[in-house]
C-alpha cells in the first residue's frame, strides 16, 4: 500500500463526492475549479493506485476513456451501466465467474482475471425513451 500523500488524498475525496464514475480529467478539473494545485499526471497515478488497492472502481466508457468511481464493494465485482445517464448497480456474476475459470482451465491457464461490465439503458431511461 502507498503512503497516502495530501494528493492521495485529494484525489480520494474528490472520487468520494461525484456519485458516479468520472473520467481523471473530470476530477482534476473539479480540483483545480476547487483551488487544488495538483497535477493532472498526479491524478492519473492515484487514481491508478486507487483502482489497483481496490478503493476505486475503473472502467473503459464504450468510447475508450478510463472512468473511476470511489469502489462501494471490496474484492472483484461486476457492474451493470446505463449508457445514458451513468447509473451504476454492482451485480453478482457467479456464472460469469464459473465460465471464465473453467474456459481459461481448458486452455491451459492458471490465474485467471478478466473484466465484465454490461452497458444498456437503466428503467428510467428506458421509460424515458419509450415515451418519445
Not at 475508450?64 to 451513468?86: D, F, K, T, V
Request: charged share 20%; proline share 4%.
Amino acid at each position: 500500500m502507498k503512503r497516502n500523500t495530501w494528493q492521495r488524498q485529494a484525489v480520494r475525496d474528490a472520487l468520494d463526492a461525484n456519485p458516479g464514475f468520472v473520467s481523471a480529467q473530470d476530477l482534476h478539473a473539479g480540483l483545480r475549479d476547487g483551488g487544488s494545485p495538483i497535477g493532472l499526471a498526479t491524478v492519473y497515478r492515484a487514481l491508478a493506485d486507487l483502482a489497483d488497492e481496490g478503493d476505486a472502481d475503473s472502467l473503459q466508457s464504450t468510447e475508450g476513456e478510463s472512468l473511476y468511481r470511489a469502489c462501494a464493494s471490496p474484492g472483484h465485482h461486476h457492474h451493470l451501466i446505463c449508457r445514458n445517464c451513468g447509473t451504476t448497480v454492482e451485480i453478482e456474476a457467479d456464472a460469469v465467474e464459473r465460465w471464465a475459470a473453467s474456459t481459461a482451465a481448458a486452455h491451459g491457464f492458471t490465474e485467471p482475471q478478466h473484466v465484465v461490465d454490461i452497458f444498456g439503458l437503466c428503467p428510467a431511461c428506458t421509460t424515458e425513451a419509450a415515451s418519445r
